[in-house]
């Protein structure tokens, strides 16, 4: 199976950084993309203006990707709209940066939800209509975290690692069915989630010797995302800079 003529995509977390850049490569390609937020309404509508001024497509979606209300009614307004739902990009993440031995459980519980119970209240609806059509494509964005592990980033790697392991999984389970389920995990990536680190020590861990953008890692996103890729699903693709 093929998508429609307009691919139809879902990208969580799209106003900014990784989110932003994937959505405005998707739209690039051709696909209608729903731009998910949050908080950051003025940064959607500036990702939806940029995208129709490259002459694409897109709409805002508002919804809580904790909430499994808002995630299920989100998909069945996506299909009600467009009849289908050919890409999703899970994106949405938050940090909260504190070692262990001071981390509360509120910190530790807020970055699992996000990050990872996210994925599970998102994708499980999504899948569910991708198996209907037997076509998809699923991208998840982990990272470096959930591979080699950060100090003071337990929560975060943690969550990181189990969206790694629920990619792999998930992929076997779909994959007789024209679905593939992959993530990028990018490294350092000029976005605010690198706030408040120093650059100059953060560089001088990645053998590239920079910080990559929000752009290359949209450009693995899209192509994992077409319909060329269909031989690619439960890998992990490490944009890194040669971290790993």
């Not at 050919?86 to 807020?110: F, H």
């Not at 964005?141 to 392991?165: D, E, F």
């Not at 953008?213 to 693709?237: D, H, K, M, N, R």
């Amino acid at each position: 199976m093929t998508p429609a003529s307009t691919p139809i995509a879902l990208v969580t977390g799209a106003g900014r950084g990784i989110g932003r850049a994937a959505a405005l490569a998707l739209a690039k390609d051709g696909a209608h993309v729903y731009i998910n937020y949050l908080t950051a309404e003025t940064q959607s509508q500036e990702t939806l203006a940029e995208i129709e001024a490259l002459g694409g497509s897109a709409s805002l979606l508002h919804f809580d990707v904790t909430s499994g209300d808002d995630t299920a009614q989100a998909v069945k307004t996506i299909v009600k709209e467009a009849g289908t739902i050919d890409i999703l990009v899970n994106n949405a993440g938050i940090r909260e940066d504190r070692l262990l031995a001071m981390m509360k459980a509120e910190a530790w519980q807020r970055v699992l939800e996000t990050n990872l119970t996210g994925f599970y209240n998102l994708t499980k609806p999504v899948v569910k209509a991708m198996l209907k059509k037997r076509y998809g494509r699923i991208v998840n964005v982990t990272s470096t975290a959930g591979i080699l592990g950060n100090a003071g980033q337990v929560n975060y790697s943690a969550a990181k690692a189990g969206l790694i392991g629920a990619t792999k999984a998930l992929a076997r389970e779909v994959a007789n069915r024209g679905i593939t389920v992959n993530a990028v995990a990018p490294g350092f990536i000029e976005t605010r989630m690198v706030e408040g680190m120093d650059p100059d020590r953060v560089v001088q861990t990645i053998p590239a010797g920079r910080m990559g953008t929000p752009e290359e890692v949209a450009f693995a996103i899209a192509f994992l995302s077409s319909p060329g890729a269909a031989y690619i699903t439960g890998q992990v693709i490490g944009i890194n800079g040669g971290m790993v």
